[in-house]
């Protein structure tokens, strides 16, 4: 982990303010969804760590599922919006109350092509839960229903975050120093 940590350029949100927001999270979920049949829907690979622990701050029956996307012509640190879906929901979602947990929100594309593609699908209600906003790069507006945190437009990684497949295993969230960034362009999965 030293390694890892010796990319970090400074550390945004602590694993404890991680922990206490979750918490929160978990506890107006739980509240806003008391009775209803709650289905989250955690887009892969970088929600899966924000999803591991918000499960366990919801206190009330719920039932999860993944979706793996690509982003097609983006860079490592930028999404292009231009979407497809590499792995669907195993489960109908029709007449479910479905929360989509995401782990960052930057433009905005990937999220609207989601939200957009569930839709199709009638759900009783769709929304959605972000851990981070980067509001200042929105360029496709969405309507978050739940946010972990508002940060800078800074690139981040730790949490579930990475940058090359890398980094998702640092319990904080962090700026990567940017000599450490490449900038190559290819197909890669939107994590
Ligand atoms: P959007 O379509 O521009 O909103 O991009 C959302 C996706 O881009 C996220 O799900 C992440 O995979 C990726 N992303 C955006 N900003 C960052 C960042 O700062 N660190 C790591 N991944 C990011």
New binding site residues.
């Given amino acids: 982990m030293a390694d890892l940590e010796n990319d970090i350029a400074k550390i945004l949100i602590t694993r404890e303010q991680l922990t206490t927001r979750i918490s929160e999270l978990g506890q107006m979920i739980s509240r806003d969804y008391a009775g209803k049949d709650l289905f989250l829907v955690c887009?892969l690979k970088?929600?899966v760590v924000f999803l591991s622990d918000l499960v366990r701050a919801i206190h009330i029956p719920h039932a999860f599922d993944f979706m793996a996307i690509s982003?097609y012509g983006?860079t490592h640190?930028?999404?292009s919006?231009v979407?497809r879906i590499l792995m669907d929901l195993n489960a109908s979602i029709e007449g479910r109350n479905v929360l989509i947990v995401?782990?960052?929100?930057?433009?905005?594309?990937?999220?609207?092509y989601i939200t957009e593609n569930l839709r199709t699908r009638n759900p009783a209600s769709l929304k959605i839960c972000a851990l981070?906003n980067?509001p200042s790069?929105r360029?496709?507006p969405v309507t978050l229903d739940y946010v972990g945190f508002d940060i800078p437009n800074?690139?981040?990684?730790g949490y579930g975050?990475?940058?090359n497949e890398l980094y998702r295993n640092l319990p904080f969230v962090g700026v990567l120093k940017p000599e450490m960034y490449t900038g190559a362009h290819s197909e890669t999965p939107?994590?």
């Fill in positions: 887009v970088g929600g982003s983006g640190t930028e999404s919006g979407v995401e782990d960052i929100v930057d433009t905005g594309r990937t999220l609207a981070l980067k790069r360029e496709v800074e690139f981040v990684v975050l990475d940058y939107t994590t």
